[in-house]
């Protein structure tokens, strides 16, 4: 088995490969943020932009570190924005939602690279990943997107170690998902709609709780956090005035997972049966290296 050096060389090279110019999908999370790390090393920090991508499903407050990640590195950033929940392929919310995300996503990105003397676009997918249905891979594997990590065979563990190594001030941040992974496939999103998930997670964040979801279905909202910290969430003092204040929100029943954060035990999210285990599309496997 590979060390943490002999990976981190690993992927160095595997960007050093690609060009000598990079954009990096940079949403402010840990694998982005290492990717962008290590394109600065391979290539020099001039050589690379790190381009965080606003939209309605973006959580608020998550630009600042993306800008703070980059500027640590001295890479330059730049902010676009996206309308992938103007789509109505995306806002009917199947399960092909995020493909229509990351299409958009990634058309944006390659316009940019163009203009940039043909720079490659790179993402964080991580091994992680391939677990699980994700749609946004198969996006990125039609628009040419590399991810070094998965390509490598790095998983999440190997991300956070070398993160760390890096001095990354990411390497402990708590996993981040878009807004619209919280509605139950089916369920129509809407820019309000995420608006109120996103102030009734800070509602809970605000208590002293890092990882939290809010996930909504139909009237209810139902309150993930880390399984470990469940107790302490319901002997919280101020838990009624913030259970209270989602209400206020739109939500009619507002409740405590008793399971928690299904990240933390692995277990899986409710999700449509047609979702397969795979991320690739029939007869379009995603790339990693052997």
Same mark, same amino acid.
């Given at each position: +088995? ?6 981190? =060389? ?18 402010? *999370?840990?694998?982005?943020? !290492? ?29 600042? !570190? ?25 806002? /009917?919310?199947?399960? +092909? ?13 390659? $316009? ?6 043909? #720079?490659?676009? +790179?993402?964080? #997918?991580? =091994? ?19 991810? &070094?990590? %998965? ?13 760390? @190594? ?27 709609? %995420? ?12 208590? *002293?709780?890092?990882?939290? /979801? ?10 993930? =956090? ?12 101020? %838990?009624?005035?913030? +259970? ?9 029943? =507002? ?9 933390? $035990?692995?277990?899986? &999210?409710? #999700? ?9 599309? &029939? @007869?379009?496997?995603? &790339? $990693?290296? $052997?």
């Amino acid at each position: +088995m590979r060390g943490a050096t002999a990976v981190r =060389v690993a992927v160095e090279r595997r960007i050093s490969s690609y060009g000598v110019r990079a954009i990096v999908a940079h949403s402010g *999370g840990v694998d982005s943020s !290492l990717v962008l790390a290590l394109a600065a090393r391979a290539l020099g920090a001039p050589c690379v932009t790190a381009v965080t991508a606003l939209s309605p499903s973006y959580p608020a407050g998550e630009l600042e !570190l993306a800008r703070s990640v980059a500027d640590d590195l001295g890479v330059a950033h730049r902010v676009v924005r996206t309308h992938e929940v103007d789509r109505e392929a995306y806002a /009917r919310n199947d399960e +092909m939602r995020c493909y229509h995300c990351k299409a958009e996503l990634y058309a944006t990105l390659e $316009t940019i690279a163009a203009s940039a003397d043909g #720079a490659v676009v +790179m993402a964080g #997918a991580i =091994v992680d990943d391939l677990d699980d249905f994700r749609p946004g891979l198969w996006a990125g594997q039609r628009a040419g997107i590399r991810n &070094p990590l %998965l390509e490598e065979r790095v998983g999440k563990a190997l991300v956070r170690e070398l993160a760390r @190594g890096l001095d990354l001030r990411v390497a402990e941040k708590p996993a981040l998902a878009c807004l619209s992974s919280r509605v139950r496939t089916g369920i129509r999103i809407t820019p309000e709609l %995420l608006r109120r998930i996103d102030a009734a997670e800070h509602e809970i964040r605000a208590l *002293g709780f890092d990882q939290v /979801r809010v996930r909504h279905d139909a009237d209810g909202a139902r309150i993930e =956090v880390l399984p470990a910290e469940i107790e302490r969430l319901r002997a919280h003092p101020q %838990l009624s005035w913030a +259970m209270a204040a989602i209400g206020d929100l739109g939500w009619s029943r =507002v409740r405590i997972d008793p399971e928690g954060y299904p990240g933390a $035990t692995g277990r899986v &999210p409710e #999700a449509p049966a047609s979702q397969a285990r795979s991320s690739g599309a &029939p @007869g379009e496997p995603i &790339p $990693t290296s $052997t």
